[in-house]
C-alpha cells in the first residue's frame, strides 16, 4: 500500500490486516510508554487545508509514537494565501525531503492528485477530502466497531444524518460492506441523502424511529453546513425533532447498542448530551482507538 487515498476497493485483507495491525498497537496509543522506532528518520508533513481537531492532532501523536519527524504546515501562514498553487506548496515540501503527506482539503480529489504528482517514494494518506472520503475515520470506526461487537457478519448498523455532505458515511458504508455487515441502513431526510443508495446494498429510511429498530451500532453525523451552498436548511430544532438523538429513540434500538459520532458533535441538533455521554457512547473512545489506526496506517503505508 504505497498511498491510502480511499476505503473504497481495498481488499478485505488489507483492512483486516490494519485493523491487526492497530489492535498491536493499542497499549502503546493509550499509555505513554517506549516509542517504536518505525518511522525512524523519516518526516511527516500535516498539511490541513481544512480545520480539523481530532484527525490533526492524532496523526501527530502517531508519527511522534512512530519516531517520525513531524512538521504541521500552518496553512494560514503559508504562502497559499499568496497564490501559489497546491501542487506548488506540495513540490517546495517536497524539496525539503518529506517522505508522508496528511492531507485534508476541502476539494474532493485533492490527495489524488498529489499523489499522482509526487516522486514514487513519498506517501500520501488522505485525512479528509470534500464530501468523498476519509479512510481513516473510516478504519478506526471499523476498530471500534469490532472491539465492542467482536463480529461484523451479524450486525446491523445505522447511519444518520447529513450522508450526502459526508465522507465519513461514505467511507464507513465502503469498509462496513468489505467487511460483510450483513445490514447497513442510512437514516435521514430525503434531501440530505444521496441517489443510489440501494445500488450500494444500504437501506434508505426517512423515518428515524423506524430505521434504529434493533439496530447493534448507530453512527450519528453532523450536518455539514458549510458544504450546503445554497441549499434550504432545516432549522435546528426542527432537524433535533425529527433526527436527533434521544434516549427515547436509542431505546428503540438493540439494548446493547453502541453510539459512535465522528465529531465534531453539535450537542441539541443531532445528538442530545444524555445519549453523547450516556453509557452507550463510545465516542471519545473512538478518538483513543484513532491513534493506534492510524499508527497503524502511517506504519503499512511507509512500508515499515
Ligand atoms: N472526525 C474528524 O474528522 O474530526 P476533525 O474534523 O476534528 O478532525
Known sequence: LTHLLTIEGLPRDIV????DTAESF????????KKLPLLRG???FNLFFENSTRTRTTFEIAAKRLSADVYNLNINASSTSKGESLLDTINNLSAMQADMFVVRHASSGAPHLIAQHVAPHLHVINAGDGRHAHPTQGLLDMYTIRHYKKEFHNLRVAIVGDILHSRVARSDIHALSTLGVPEIRAIGP???LPAGMEQMGVKVYTDMEEGLRGVDVIIMLRLQNERMRGALLPSAQEYFKHYGLTQEKLALAAPDAIVMHPGPMNRGVEIESAVADGKQAVILNQVTFGIA????????VGGA
Not at 16 to 19: M, V
Not at 26 to 33: G, I, K, N, T, Y
Not at 293 to 300: E, H, K, L, N
Open 293 to 300: 489506526v492510524r499508527m497503524a496506517v502511517m506504519s503499512i
Open 190 to 192: 430525503l434531501t440530505l
Open 42 to 44: 523519516k518526516s511527516v
Open 16 to 19: 483486516t490486516h490494519i485493523l
Open 26 to 33: 493499542v497499549p502503546l496509543a493509550e499509555r505513554d510508554v
